[in-house]
């Protein structure tokens, strides 16, 4: 039996088994083969391969329909179909649109104006087009919202189009963050009236910045309302101020709110000391055992502060490499190989400039050898107008000359499927 039989994706050598998982050498596959390609795609946007909703493809799967020519049609045809398809197709369209794809753009302002799941399409596309491409549809808008039975949520577009929303209220904060300072954003997060979407709010800017410490007085009243779980953001919060967390996290775990003491049993859990690899390094080989796709990206966060240490762990950090369906998790594991010093990693980064996480391809832009390939691939991203903002932005970084950069670089090696 393989190491692919116990799942329902294809074999990992295949064009489809690559596809399915995302993975930036399946991309550069289908561009040699078109043909072979094309079902492929279609198939991964009719039927959802991401083993988790927080994996990424729409554009890793716009790039490809663009990239190969094909044609928009079959994926329009989608919008018709159940409520699920329906959100692919969409979130691949307005892809294509910004792209340049006219009939994309022409088949989603269509859908708002005639197709079933129009709200949730004319937020998606209203979060990337330009206003002139969608600001017309206010009418429509309007028309149409009073048959459903379920106002939206989002402020945009409808505080636009004079659409009452009835989504929770965000409390007293403003719609721009960047200007604050970490102390009045810290302000904001701490005023009894601050709605939950709010918090939300804040606590991505400061995701955006370098850890705050003056976080941490605050995280035990950051709970959801029904005081199950912290608040979206506050654990990648956390997790940025480090070992600074670990006093803290000594007293949450004793807190009788089980939310609170499980975030400090991870705090404590990611700073241990040398004594934890062998302990570390047998969780990911039976992580790896019995195929836990979600997970073992945390195993190898751990794993990657003890650096070369950490070399038991390569095998396991590797095979998940390769195959984990996961694509959120797999740049945990290239980051690990990476820390501990692992050889033959060039490949992996060339590789990553085509996955279709954005975290990947960004250590792509950070640390692929400065080949000509590689720079044009760089360059494509900086250009694509599909690509994220701080993806195109980190490719800009990169091919800004500077005094010896890419030199005695080796060539690409190693770790492919």
Known sequence: MSDDDTMPYSRLNTLAGLLQRGRGFGARAALQNPQAAAPLVYDAIRRDWRWDSTDDRALYLARLLRDLKLSPAPVVDLLTGSQEQCGRAVHVLVLLAVGGCDEAREALRRYVREGAHWVSALESLSHRWPLEW?????????????????????????????????????????????????????????????????????????????????????????????????????????????????????????????????????????????????????????????????????????????????????????????????????????????????????HAHTESLWDCEGRARLLGIAHAPGHPETLERIAALRDDPMEEPEVRAAARTRLTPTPHRDRHRSRPTAVRP
């Open 134 to 346: 969608w600001e017309d549809l206010g009418e429509v808008a309007r028309a149409r919202i009073g048959a459903e039975a379920e106002r939206p949520w989002l402020t945009e577009p409808w505080t636009r189009f004079g659409i009452e929303v009835e989504g929770p209220d965000p409390g007293p904060i403003p719609l721009d963050l960047t200007g604050l300072s970490d102390g009045e954003l810290l302000d904001l997060l701490a005023a009894p009236d601050l709605g939950a979407s709010g918090r939300v709010n804040v606590l991505r800017e400061l995701c955006r910045r370098d850890p705050v410490e003056g976080l941490l007085p605050l995280v035990p009243s950051l709970g959801t309302p029904d005081g199950r779980r912290p608040v979206p953001w506050l654990r990648r919060a956390v997790d940025r101020l480090g070992a600074l967390a670990v006093p803290a996290a000594r007293r949450w775990v004793c807190d009788e709110r089980p939310w609170l003491a499980g975030l400090g049993a991870d705090v404590l859990a990611d700073h241990p000391g040398p004594e934890a690899i062998p302990a570390l390094v047998s969780e990911l080989a039976d992580q790896r055992g019995a195929r836990a796709w979600c997970g073992p990206d945390t195993t190898a966060r751990r794993l990657a502060r003890f650096g070369p240490a950490a070399t038991a762990a390569v095998p396991d950090l590797r095979w998940f490499w390769l195959r984990t369906p996961h694509s959120y998790e797999r740049t945990a594991y290239l980051k690990a190989l990476a820390a501990i010093g692992t050889h033959g990693l060039d």
